[in-house]
T-cell receptor
Framework: DAGVIQSPRHEVTEMGQEVTLRCKPI?????LFWYRQTMMRGLELLIY????????DSGMPEDRFSAKMPNASFSNLKIQPSEPRDSAVYFC??????????FGPGTRLTVT | AQTVTQSQPEMSVQEAETVTLSCTYD???????LFWYKQPPSRQMILVIR??????QNATENRFSVNFQKAAKSFSLKISDSQLGDAAMYFC??????????????FGTGTRLTIIP
């Protein structure tokens, strides 16, 4: 079975540009999580969904960040406008019943 | 709030030897889950092992086992017969019980494990 799929794997963009990160969860999983990993702050949960509905977005840093899950097979995380401090690795993870989480390979975002 | 502490930023072990990575956590809950994740240089986060707090028996997955001490709030990972492929960052993580709304994982800061050939 395919694992969690994320695209792109790497993204380099200029400050002020819109960035869209994409995630396809494991089929049959009903939870989807977005994390950010930096050296300074480690792994942080940004937002998570259950059955496509956002449950907790308290980790979203500010209004520049938004996430949607239009169906069970897809989610995206948008940053508009992007800033250099948004540079990080962004992970998507999915879970069945919300206990064990399986992570995608991550997207390394660099904002110059 | 729950916290997870990994006090060993770096560890090293000779290939084929055994190494133990430490993790402590702070919680007032009685129902929770604990996990170890591995992050190799490829940066993929890989679930290694899981422990339910209500289970007294320590979890085991092949060469990986845990020492779960509930009263001491300690959850260490033992890797036996270390292999070069075990070189990675290891994260301990905590999740509150299985009720809806408790799905958030709290991660420790990680331990970087080096395998010496």
């Amino acid at each position: 079975d395919a694992g969690v799929i994320q695209s792109p794997r790497h993204e380099v963009t200029e400050m002020g540009q819109e960035v869209t990160l994409r995630c396809k969860p494991i089929s049959g999983h009903d939870y989807l999580f977005w994390y950010r990993q930096t050296m300074m702050r480690g792994l942080e949960l940004l937002i998570y969904f259950n059955n496509n509905v956002p449950i907790d977005d308290s980790g979203m840093p500010e209004d520049r960040f938004s996430a949607k899950m239009p169906n069970a097979s897809f989610s995206n995380l948008k940053i508009q406008p992007s800033e250099p401090r948004d540079s990080a690795v962004y992970f998507c993870a999915s879970s069945r019943r919300g206990i064990e989480q399986y992570f995608g390979p991550g997207t390394r975002l660099t904002v110059t | 709030a729950q916290t997870v502490t990994q006090s060993q930023p770096e560890m090293s072990v000779q290939e084929a030897e055994t190494v133990t990575l430490s993790c402590t956590y702070d919680t007032s809950e009685s129902d929770y889950y604990l996990f170890w994740y591995k992050q190799p240089p490829s940066r993929q986060m890989i679930l290694v092992i899981r422990q339910e707090a209500y289970k007294q028996q320590n979890a085991t997955e092949n060469r990986f086992s845990v020492n779960f001490q509930k009263a001491a709030k300690s959850f260490s990972l033992k890797i036996s017969d270390s292999q070069l492929g075990d070189a990675a960052m290891y994260f301990c993580a905590y999740r509150r019980g299985s009720n809806f709304g408790n799905e958030k994982l709290t991660f420790g800061t990680g331990t970087r494990l080096t395998i010496i050939p």
